[in-house]
Nanobody
């Protein structure tokens, strides 16, 4: 059973920083692309960014230059460093592992961690 567990959320003032972590069971992240998503109240879940198995990152325009995704293959973790946070970054943040093995697509989500940006 694959488990993704996010941590590091909380309340932060505008302009502040938070670092989220996603820990996976086993070595499931190895060799796969992994992503961060977020969902604000009343809005659809949106992609924040992702990191490929080779370490290449891509980000939504709304967070580019402020957020950084990294991964530690040995620890089987992925982090999201969020700087210069804005109130509009308030959302539940999820890590996602989505891959195809053979003819089967696997799509795993963590339980989410709340990030609130407010003064």
């Amino acid at each position: 059973q694959v488990q993704l567990v996010e941590s590091g959320g909380g309340l932060v003032q505008p302009g502040g920083s938070l670092r989220l972590s996603c820990a996976a069971s086993g070595s499931i992240l190895s060799g796969k692309d992994v992503g961060w998503y977020r969902q604000a109240p009343g809005k659809q879940r949106e992609l924040v960014g992702y990191i490929t198995s080779g370490g290449i990152t891509n980000y939504a325009d709304s967070v580019k230059g402020r957020f950084t995704i990294s991964r530690d293959t040995a620890k089987n973790t992925m982090d999201l460093q969020m700087n210069s946070l804005k109130p509009e970054d308030t959302a539940v943040y999820y890590c996602n592992l989505d891959f195809v093995l053979g003819a089967i697509r696997y799509d795993y989500w963590g339980q989410g961690t709340q990030v609130t940006v407010s003064s």
